[in-house]
């Protein structure tokens, strides 16, 4: 268990750990006594209090891991700072981040090999919880060049940013599996002119929703 903690960060150490329900739950802070104010670089050792971030990990054994990691807010030492007290950062984890980065790889890894929803399923079964919402979320913010004029075959779905209130949608590549782009809309004008920027298409795959249907026409009229 030790090692497994280490392979996140050897500066970090488990506290303790517990399993239930399928789940393992592990405790971990960090062994450092001083702690980088990230505004202004000094370091203190001045604790203000401390707080538990759940953090969810790579999966062990096929248990869904979380982290419960001790996070403690400082004081900062340097009488100049903008900022009195801040809160520790992690270096495996984004600042308000829920995943590990190395868990954030694997999910990407294995999303960019399928649509989202079978990503989300695969994950699924592999004890990692993510919706396809998320995962479209974490693919947009990957840095990627795309050849438009070399898209032939797309598929056109919706997907929820904020489920029953808003939407986006999502361009996945039929020919390699893979999501080429996403926006933050459905509107029918925003998608026409959203797929008039892939000017080879010859295939649009949609659902029976008549705003894809209209935008698809419009974009490109004549294609199945």
Known sequence: MKDFITAL???????KYHIKNNVAVFYISSKMSEVKCPYC????????????????DLPMQNRKVILLVKTRKMFCSNCKCEKKTFSECHPFVENNGKKTRRLVQ??????AQLSSVNAAKILKSNSIEVGKSSICSLL??????????SVKKV????????????????????E??????????RNTNEVKEWLSKYPNIEVISRDGAQLYANAAERSHPGIT
């Open 176 to 185: 390699s599996h893979k999501i080429i782009n996403l926006i933050p809309t």
């Open 41 to 56: 670089g000094t370091l203190s050792s001045k604790v203000h209090s401390s707080y538990e971030r759940e953090i969810q």
């Open 9 to 15: 960060d050897p500066n970090y150490q488990l506290d």
């Open 155 to 174: 598929c056109v779905d919706d997907f929820a940013l904020r489920k029953r209130f808003s939407y986006g949608t999502v361009m996945v590549d039929l």
């Open 140 to 149: 947009k913010k990957m840095p990627s060049i795309v050849d438009k004029s």
């Open 106 to 111: 694997n999910i990407l890894f294995t999303s």
